[in-house]
């Protein structure tokens, strides 16, 4: 899956999460926060293969 439509499905789920009842909001959010936490590190892996002059193709 391509960052794009990781940034597209975490923003969903957020949106799922807000929605939810009051009592699975917490763990929702948990498990959010490890995702996006989790798409920052590879995101930023990437951004760093890029500028160490890594391949230039479509970032998955």
Avoid: I, Q, Y
């Avoid at 499905?9 to 498990?31: H, I, Y």
Wanted: net charge neutral; proline share 2%; aromatic share 4%.
């Amino acid at each position: 899956m391509n960052f794009k439509d990781r940034a597209k499905m975490l923003r969903a789920r957020a949106a799922d999460a807000k929605a939810a009842p009051l009592f699975e909001r917490a763990k929702m959010a948990g498990d959010l926060v490890d995702d996006v936490t989790g798409f920052l590190v590879d995101l930023s892996a990437r951004v760093d293969e890029l500028a160490k002059g890594g391949d230039h193709g479509n970032a998955s």
